[in-house]
């Protein structure tokens, strides 16, 4: 299977990095001038040459227990209907973990939930 199907997308894992999400992730988003890869960590370890940047590129599975974190975070909150539209506007977007990566930055944007 194609590693770049199973992991969210090279400018979600950009935004997750500025807003602080762990970048310590299975797959990564390996880019070098204007190459941009999906590399595993054995690969990491074995082409790594010096000059590349790395980006956490998270699959639905890794994405779970900051689904869970945000879960409890926020039990009890009231939540705001800018956050169904939201919801309605990713729904269908291409894939759960991009699905879940977009949801955790929203909440993590609008202070929801911190990290």
């Known amino acids: 299977m194609n590693p770049n199907k199973l992991v969210v997308a090279f400018g979600v894992a950009k935004k997750m990095a500025k ?3 762990p970048q310590e992730t299975y797959f990564v988003w390996m ?3 204007n190459e941009k890869e999906v590399w595993d960590r054995t690969m990491r370890s074995d ?3 010096g000059g590349e940047t790395f980006l956490a590129a998270y ?3 890794e994405l779970g227990p900051l689904m869970r974190k945000a879960e409890i975070q926020m039990r ?3 939540m705001k209907d800018k956050m169904v539209e939201h919801l309605v506007k990713i729904a269908g977007f291409e894939d759960e973990a ?3 990566a ?3 930055i929203y909440l993590v944007e609008n202070k929801y939930i911190c990290l």
Do not use: P
């Open 19 to 21: 807003l602080g999400f």
């Open 31 to 33: 880019t070098k001038r």
């Open 47 to 49: 082409y790594e040459t």
């Open 59 to 61: 699959t639905a599975t």
């Open 76 to 78: 009890g909150k009231v």
């Open 98 to 100: 991009n699905n879940r």
């Open 102 to 104: 977009k949801l955790l």
